[in-house]
């Protein structure tokens, strides 16, 4: 059947939340791998980690206030679903990342797997929420009303900004960090801009 004469259906609450659940904890696994090996990301994820570096504070705390200032904006420019949604994941993801700590401990990885499974776990993670209208907050907002207003790809909006990221990065962390962390923040962003498109399912 022709694609275009398919009923439309939105999604219920419990595919909502269970969708924004799921998607949350794969993202929340691959910032656990990403720190493990000392690597950073980006977006307010990695602006997160290099702070929590640098300073020794908390990465979920760090995360969880960094994104609270762009919650007005998505409530301008995507509606107040789409705020609460933003909102919420930001929560678990933050919640999640700290509960994996103490179950999920990790001696050893070498950075170049922990890039790799980090882009690819929290690539599909970023691209559920998304599906469902929802996100991590930060960079990720602005990427998608820029694709929504000007139908800029949101994965290469975020590349863009992870370059200039990285640059800064190269002040806080070794050469060789760095270079794994641009893999991975790589693999993440390609993942969403090979596969985040609007057109192939219906966003709540």
């Known amino acids: 059947m022709n694609a275009d004469i398919l009923p439309t259906r939105r ?10 659940v799921i998607a949350s904890a794969q993202a929340a696994l691959g910032i656990h791998l990403l720190r493990a090996a000392g690597l950073v990301t980006g977006g307010t994820a990695g602006t997160a980690l290099i702070l929590s570096y640098a300073t020794g504070l908390n990465f979920s705390a ?3 206030a960094l994104n609270i200032p762009f919650y007005a904006l998505a409530w301008w420019a995507r509606g107040p679903v789409f705020c609460v949604k933003s909102l919420a994941t930001v929560t678990l993801v933050s919640v999640m990342a700290e509960a994996l ?3 999920m401990l990790l001696q050893t990885i070498h950075p170049a797997a ?11 993670g970023l691209l559920g929420l998304f599906r469902h209208s929802g996100s991590l907050g930060g960079v990720s907002i602005i ?3 820029l694709q929504d207003k000007l139908g800029w790809r949101a994965g290469y909006v975020q590349i863009v900004h992870d370059l200039c990221l990285f640059a800064l990065a190269l002040w806080l962390l070794p050469l060789d960090r760095v270079g794994w962390s641009l893999l991975g923040a790589l693999v993440l962003n390609l993942v969403i801009a090979f ?8 966003v709540s």
Do not use: C, M
């Open 11 to 20: 999604y219920t609450v419990f595919e909502d939340l269970q969708g924004l």
């Open 62 to 64: 760090l995360f969880f």
């Open 101 to 103: 700590k103490p179950v």
């Open 114 to 124: 922990a890039a790799l499974l980090f882009g690819v776990s929290a690539g599909v």
């Open 143 to 145: 990427a998608l009303i």
């Open 195 to 202: 596969n985040h498109r609007r057109d192939w399912y219906i």
